[in-house]
């Protein structure tokens, strides 16, 4: 039975353990045969109440699945999700009824993820007609609070998402999500699409709702900057894995993995005095099929040694919750 009201702020609200989801590569009959991609590879993690945890990595590193597979929209291959100090694959109809309602997502493109065919107002109370929440005005009400909420108006309830623009939608993603008060928000690249301009306004409002309603955020995004002041940890993953994980700005500040400096290093540096020594980025992420032996970054680490390309290093805390798995990294 989820605990209803019990995990506070600060208090673990979802655990990761060692949670794998592979997806089948081929329809190859004979078990030796068959191939997987293995989507996300041994993930564990813990998140508290009313944080924002950062998730970047390229495209394709598997952070939607991780998403994915904490909604439960897919079924992990193993591993434990543990919400609220339940284990979900352990929860009966109705308290999985209520998990689809507490955790909610926000897509990166809002133009495909708000259905052009309904208005703005209907998109909003959907989530509440799935989850019989109010009456018809209860419902119509909610609406304009969080048009409102949103920083958008009652009235915009009328209007179909093409007369928005790409911030303006987005807006309307986020009081979709909010309408079945979740407690967890997962923001899977919620504002890789926009302007930088609009990005900002949106992750203030994104920032602003946390700390009225008290919301947990897992924030993806594929580059390091976006997620840098909304998260209260950062962790960056590369092929399936977590590679590295830091409390504040310790990604930023003292990047240790090889592949957070690359990424680090193609955030945008205005001061032209503080041009870094750069860690450029070469070839594109090898295939989560067949992932290169031992340390999966080493066939693109410029440090890369011997005992990288035999052994997979350890993710460990090398001291203050900072976690890093590399082997060259004493
Ligand atoms: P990211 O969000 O970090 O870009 P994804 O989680 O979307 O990464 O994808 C991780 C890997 O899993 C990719 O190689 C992708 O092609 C693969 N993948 C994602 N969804 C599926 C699926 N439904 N079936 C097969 N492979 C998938
Ligand atoms: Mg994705």
Redesign the pocket.
Known sequence: MLNLDTVKAGEELLRLENLK?Y???NKALLVKDRKY????DDISLSLRCGETMGLV????????????TILCL?KATAGKIIYRGVEVTSLKKDDMRELRREIQIIFQDPYSSLNPKMTVGSIIAEPMLVHHMGSAAQRYRRVGELLELVGLRPEHAKRYPHEFSGGQRQRIGIARALAVDPKLIIC??AVSALDVSIQAQVLNLLRKLQKELGLTYIF?A?GLAVVKHISNRVGV?YL?KMVELAEGDGVYKNALHPYTRALISAIPEPDPEKVRQREILVGD?P???DPPSGCRFHTRCPHAAEQCRQSEPVFRDVGGGHFVACHLVK
């Open positions: 989801k997806y089948p590569a991609v293995k989507a996300v990595g390229e495209s394709g590193c598997g952070k939607s699945t991780l998403g994915q897919e899977d690249e993806i594929h993953m399936g992420v295939s989560p099929v």
